[in-house]
T-cell receptor, first 117, second 117 residues
């Protein structure tokens, strides 16, 4: 079946430093799945951070960016300068359905990021 | 942004009893989902529901599980009877659209932690 592997947390980083969370995927039923990054802030539900549905393209949101690399089957999340408010758990996910029914997403384990001032 | 509410945040129940987990999805959404996350493991898709019917379910969606959304009220997950292995965090999600790739952004609740004793 499909799988997503991401950087094992927790990751600790100082404010204004750069952050990268690695994500690699394996999709068995479709060559080019849709790729997503979700984020969960303390006490809240998962929120979509960004998504990319076309291989080779980059998605960006709130200073984060991720490039869909079909050669390396990767979708790493990066931010050049983090803030304390970026402390959260980040989930990489893929969706591989193209039919008329809503997608069941496959998630990674999540990476807890703590940003210190 | 749109909110999905899950009530309660934590539920403790004795093995063999019935439990109903409640989800208040985003008001104009049409597709509803449940995901399950066992401690230390990935969040996994259980089921999606549209127009009063289960559209897709995973192998985790046992016969003891059922979902419904009577008269546009809460979207519920019922487990009857519960087993020890049902202890997990259950996440509800909803989306406006269905299957076109990348179009159906899922909005998640904060989860209900179910502890089966």
């Amino acid at each position: 079946g499909d799988s997503v592997t991401q950087t094992e947390g927790p990751v600790t980083v100082s404010e204004s430093e750069s952050l990268i969370i690695n994500c690699t995927y394996s999709a068995t039923s479709i060559a080019y799945p849709n790729l997503f990054w979700y984020v969960r802030y303390p006490g809240e539900g998962l929120q979509l951070l960004l998504k990319v549905i076309t291989a080779g393209q980059k998605g960006s949101s709130r200073g984060f960016e991720a490039t869909y690399n079909k050669e390396t089957t990767s979708f790493h999340l990066q931010k050049a300068s983090v803030q304390e408010s970026d402390s959260a758990v980040y989930y990489c996910a893929l969706g591989d359905r193209v039919d008329n029914y809503a997608q069941g997403l496959t998630f990674g384990l999540g990476t807890r990021v703590s940003v210190f001032p | 942004g749109p909110k999905v509410l899950q009530i309660p945040s934590h539920q403790i129940i004795d093995m063999g009893q019935m439990v109903t987990l409640n989800c208040d999805p985003v008001s104009n959404h049409l597709y509803f989902y449940w995901y399950k996350q066992i401690l230390g493991q990935q969040m996994e898709f259980l089921v999606n529901f549209y127009n009063g019917k289960v559209m897709e379910k995973s192998k985790l969606f046992k016969d003891q599980f059922s979902v419904e959304r009577p008269d546009g009220s809460y979207f519920t997950l019922k487990i009857q009877p519960t087993a020890l292995e049902d202890s997990a965090v259950y996440f509800c999600a909803s989306s406006l659209l269905g299957g076109a790739p990348g179009q159906n952004t899922l909005y998640f609740g904060a989860g209900t932690r179910l502890s089966v004793l």
